[in-house]
């Protein structure tokens, strides 16, 4: 199983800074205007470089709005600060730099432990705008301390309640907020849900279990379906390998264009019956044209870095007996069959990203076209120095799209 840690700081905090993402731009949802239909939250964008609990969020939202129809935002923030708890504690911090990064197995863990906290409830002004400016405060002020205030000895950071009381403060946690956590998950937070020292809600905290949210169904076999919860769909297990009946698989997508075109099929499958589907990916910023679409890898390497998001829709050609089927029109169910023959190419992926409207479709606002020249690479990895020139000798090929996280049985 490849489990690649999404490295986005750098991207996007220098994206959020030199090139002016916009807030506000979060009112979008088209979910009748595709080849499939997935429902979708409205659009966020990350401060800093924790676009896998984005991605996540929007994977939980897109799947509860399916289920009950109802628009809920979860918060990244909270998922960041247990994040950055067991980094803290595990000894994972090398000096003062924290590192954001991550993978949708770790994301699991985190929801199947502390389960999630609502945007609203968490920081309630990262509930007022599309941009949690929250994060990038609480992340200079913890790195402060790892720096030179209470955590920067390797002593204080095995203190897990003097790292909580830290972290509470960088966040700038209400009296409220900081005694829900303490009441559920320990003032050390040594209590985790589904662990030996079991956590247990109190009355009226804002803390939610991961089987409290509902997130879809599943067919048995015996024609019956059974109600499912994100519970079921993060599974159980460590940071790195998850387990269970439905939980979600990550799919390597492999070198050779027939095995491509497979781990393609997979994905489309589960989007076709109404899943969303998960992609991790690697973004170089030159690739990008300004009207949301990477068509091809640059001549130019450019500022580069790991990335996740969702996928909303696809675009696909030489569908037999069909042609082409255009994203932005909802495919009928004899198309979308016709849609999975291997000698069917598809074009470009659609996908709903976390940068606001930076540069992204005019008519979708927060969503970008991903080109298979694109994902399909080869590009060049490279090492760039502070005008972003690639270094040389550094540069290797890599595949942009590493995987797809699809729903068991696809």
Same mark, same amino acid.
């Given at each position: 199983?490849?489990?690649?840690?999404?490295?986005?700081?750098?991207?996007? &905090?220098?994206?959020?800074?030199?090139?002016? @993402?916009?807030?506000?731009?979060?009112?979008?949802?088209?979910?009748?205007?595709?080849?499939?239909?997935?429902?979708?939250?409205?659009?966020? =964008?990350?401060?800093?470089?924790?676009?896998?609990?984005?991605?996540?969020?929007?994977?939980?939202?897109?799947?509860?709005?399916?289920?009950?129809?109802? +628009?809920?935002?979860?918060?990244?923030?909270?998922?960041?600060?247990?994040?950055?708890? %067991?980094?803290?504690?595990?000894? $994972? +911090?090398?000096?003062?730099?924290?590192?954001? $990064?991550?993978?949708?197995? #770790?994301?699991?863990? /985190?929801?199947?432990?502390?389960?999630?906290?609502?945007?609203?409830?968490?920081?309630?002004? *990262?509930?007022?705008?599309?941009?949690?400016?929250?994060?990038?405060?609480?992340?200079?002020?913890?790195?402060?301390?790892?720096?030179?205030?209470? /955590?920067?000895?390797?002593?204080?950071?095995?203190?897990?309640?003097?790292? #909580?009381?830290? /972290? *509470?403060? &960088?966040?700038?946690?209400?009296?409220?907020?900081?005694?829900?956590?303490?009441?559920?998950?320990?003032?050390?937070?040594?209590?985790?849900?589904?662990?030996?020292?079991?956590?247990?809600?109190?009355?009226?905290?804002? +803390?939610? #279990?991961?089987?409290?949210?509902?997130?879809?169904?599943?067919?048995?076999?015996?024609?019956?379906?059974?109600?499912?919860?994100?519970? *079921?769909?993060?599974?159980?297990? *460590?940071?790195?390998?998850?387990? $269970?009946?439905?939980?979600?698989?990550?799919?390597? !997508?492999?070198?050779?264009?027939?095995?491509?075109?497979?781990?393609?099929?997979?994905?489309?499958? &589960?989007?076709?019956?109404?899943?969303?589907? /998960?992609?991790?990916? !690697? +973004?170089?910023? %030159?690739?990008?044209?300004?009207?949301?679409?990477? =068509?091809?890898?640059?001549?130019?390497?450019?500022?580069?870095?790991?990335?996740?998001?969702?996928?909303?829709?696809?675009?696909?050609?030489?569908?037999?007996?069909?042609?082409?089927?255009?994203?932005?029109?909802?495919?009928?169910?004899?198309?979308?069959?016709?849609?999975?023959?291997?000698?069917?190419?598809?074009?470009?992926? #659609?996908?709903?990203?976390?940068?606001?409207? !930076?540069?992204?479709?005019?008519?979708?606002?927060?969503y970008f076209d991903i080109y298979e020249a694109y994902f399909d690479g080869p590009?060049?990895? @490279?090492?760039?120095?502070?005008?972003?020139?690639?270094?040389?000798?550094? @540069?290797?090929?890599?595949?942009?799209?590493?995987?797809?996280?699809?729903?068991?049985?696809?």
């Amino acid at each position: 199983m490849k489990t690649t840690s999404l490295l986005s700081l750098t991207i996007l &905090a220098s994206l959020t800074t030199l090139a002016g @993402c916009s807030v506000g731009s979060d009112t979008s949802d088209s979910s009748d205007q595709k080849v499939v239909q997935i429902p979708e939250s409205p659009v966020k =964008n990350q401060a800093i470089g924790n676009c896998w609990l984005y991605a996540t969020g929007s994977w939980v939202e897109s799947m509860h709005k399916a289920a009950t129809g109802e +628009v809920v935002s979860t918060s990244e923030s909270y998922w960041s600060y247990w994040d950055w708890f %067991n980094t803290i504690t595990s000894g $994972g +911090v090398s000096g003062s730099t924290l590192p954001t $990064g991550g993978f949708f197995p #770790r994301a699991a863990w /985190l929801i199947q432990s502390y389960g999630y906290m609502y945007q609203a409830d968490f920081i309630p002004a *990262d509930s007022l705008g599309d941009t949690q400016n929250s994060q990038d405060t609480a992340l200079t002020a913890i790195q402060a301390s790892l720096a030179t205030g209470a /955590l920067a000895t390797p002593e204080s950071r095995q203190n897990a309640t003097l790292v #909580r009381a830290e /972290l *509470d403060k &960088a966040w700038g946690l209400s009296t409220d907020v900081a005694a829900d956590l303490t009441a559920t998950f320990g003032a050390d937070g040594s209590k985790a849900f589904g662990g030996t020292n079991a956590a247990t809600l109190a009355s009226g905290t804002h +803390v939610h #279990r991961a089987s409290d949210l509902a997130t879809g169904s599943i067919a048995n076999a015996d024609g019956t379906t059974s109600k499912m919860t994100l519970a *079921d769909f993060v599974g159980t297990g *460590d940071s790195y390998s998850r387990s $269970g009946p439905y939980v979600w698989q990550e799919v390597t !997508y492999p070198d050779d264009a027939a095995s491509r075109r497979q781990a393609q099929i997979r994905a489309q499958k &589960a989007l076709n019956s109404g899943w969303t589907v /998960l992609m991790s990916w !690697y +973004v170089d910023f %030159n690739a990008l044209d300004g009207q949301g679409h990477f =068509n091809a890898p640059p001549a130019k390497p450019g500022r580069q870095g790991g990335h996740m998001t969702v996928l909303e829709d696809y675009q696909i050609t030489d569908v037999p007996g069909f042609g082409t089927l255009p994203a932005g029109e909802l495919a009928t169910p004899a198309e979308l069959t016709a849609s999975l023959d291997p000698s069917a190419k598809i074009e470009f992926l #659609r996908t709903k990203n976390s940068w606001g409207n !930076y540069e992204s479709l005019a008519s979708m606002p927060g969503y970008f076209d991903i080109y298979e020249a694109y994902f399909d690479g080869p590009m060049q990895e @490279c090492q760039v120095d502070g005008d972003d020139n690639p270094i040389d000798g550094t @540069c290797t090929p890599q595949t942009p799209l590493g995987e797809f996280v699809v729903p068991p049985g696809f």
